[in-house]
Nanobody
Framework: VQLQAYGGGSVQPRKSLRLSCVVS????????IGWFRQAPGKERVGLSC????????YYDDAVKGRFAVLRDNAKNTVYLQMNNLRPEDTAVYYC????????????????WGQGTQVTVSS
């Protein structure tokens, strides 16, 4: 099983980025896919979770209304569209897959990608 997160970069505030999480070795339609981030000196926190049954994704309050997750099971890819980025969004972003649960508890996720850096600065 492999998850590859990419699409990070350096942008100015109020700009947008789209992250991709490409999944191989599992049936994406059976898994919840979570996006997390970890800023320097801080704990990893959950941002969004795309559920396998097609129900609306979960979003943390810090990103609700600015970030949107879209899963494309045919391409084995889950996207995180990030709009109106702020300096406080600077972090390493990770995607993860869980067969058993959904939400923001990192412990329920079975597989993790390697992370991609997002830097928001003027």
């Amino acid at each position: 099983v492999q998850l590859q997160a990419y699409g990070g970069g350096s942008v100015q505030p109020r700009k947008s980025l789209r992250l991709s999480c490409v999944v191989s070795g599992l049936s994406l339609g059976e898994y919840s896919i979570g996006w997390f981030r970890q800023a320097p000196g801080k704990e990893r926190v959950g941002l969004s979770c795309a559920r396998p049954n097609g129900d609306d994704p979960y979003y943390d309050d810090a990103v609700k209304g600015r970030f949107a997750v879209l899963r494309d099971n045919a391409k084995n890819t889950v996207y995180l569209q990030m709009n109106n980025l702020r300096p406080e969004d600077t972090a390493v972003y990770y995607c993860a897959a869980s067969i058993s649960s959904s939400g923001f508890d990192a412990d329920v996720y079975d597989y993790w990608g390697q992370g991609t850096q997002v830097t928001v600065s003027s």
